[in-house]
T-cell receptor, first 117, second 110 residues
Framework: NAGVMQNPRHLVRRRGQEARLRCSPM?????VYWYRQLPEEGLKFMVY????????ESGMPKERFSAEFPKEGPSILRIQQVVRGDSAAYFC???????????????FGPGTRLLVL | DAKTTQPNSMESNEEEPVHLPCNHS???????IHWYRQLPSQGPEYVIH???SNVNNRMASLAIAEDRKSSTLILHRATLRDAAVYYC???????????FGKGTKLSVIP
């Protein structure tokens, strides 16, 4: 059973360009989460999606960032007009479901390391 | 989320047991205790979680204090591949947001 897959693993963009990060959840998982890890910091929650729905985007910057999880295909985190401060590792996680009082385990991908020049 | 406190770093000799502590004095009755680890240049990896009773799996054991204000992750025989940052996380009942603090950086000495 393949784990969470992310691509590309490394992405270099110049200021003002767009960055598209892809995440394929584990087989059978319908919940996707995106986290960002700035240099020398812990991971910070960005957004939680289910198929075709954004459930919680409270951790996403209000501008330039968007996320989607279409009915078919991977989840996409899109960053428009990138700036140097967007340089970070972006991790995607997935879980099988969500409910009750026991939090479902989140399985993380290897991350995409974005460098903005 | 309940706040957790972990030592910044720990060292262990290879093939010896390691006890990684975590204090969470503001834990609520429904908070599960989760442990993840992050190896260099990789994504976080789930290790173990528990609520009240001690838990064991193939990776580690989790010992939870009777008052639940602290817990200890136990690696029974540290290997070089266990060198990582270990995070103790209490997401909160019904919460899916994992809050990663600074964690404990474990170094394993050959």
């Amino acid at each position: 059973n393949a784990g969470v897959m992310q691509n590309p693993r490394h992405l270099v963009r110049r200021r003002g360009q767009e960055a598209r990060l892809r995440c394929s959840p584990m087989k059978g998982h319908s919940h996707v989460y995106w986290y960002r890890q700035l240099p020398e910091e812990g991971l910070k929650f960005m957004v939680y999606l289910q198929k075709e729905n954004i459930i919680d985007e409270s951790g996403m910057p209000k501008e330039r960032f968007s996320a989607e999880f279409p009915k078919e295909g991977p989840s996409i985190l899109r960053i428009q007009q990138v700036v140097r401060g967007d340089s970070a590792a972006y991790f995607c996680a997935s879980s099988q479901n969500w409910g009750g009082t026991e939090q479902e385990t989140q399985y993380f991908g290897p991350g995409t390391r974005l460098l903005v020049l | 989320d309940a706040k957790t406190t972990q030592p910044n770093s720990m060292e262990s000799n290879e093939e010896e047991p390691v006890h990684l502590p975590c204090n969470h004095s503001t834990i609520s009755g429904t908070d599960y205790i989760h442990w993840y680890r992050q190896l260099p240049s990789q994504g976080p990896e789930y290790v173990i979680h528990g609520l009240t009773s001690n838990v064991n799996n193939r990776m580690a054991s989790l010992a939870i204090a009777e008052d639940r204000k602290s817990s200890t992750l136990i690696l029974h025989r540290a290997t070089l591949r266990d060198a990582a940052v270990y995070y103790c996380i209490l997401p909160g009942a019904g919460s899916y947001q994992l809050t990663f603090g600074k964690g404990t950086k474990l170094s394993v000495i050959p």
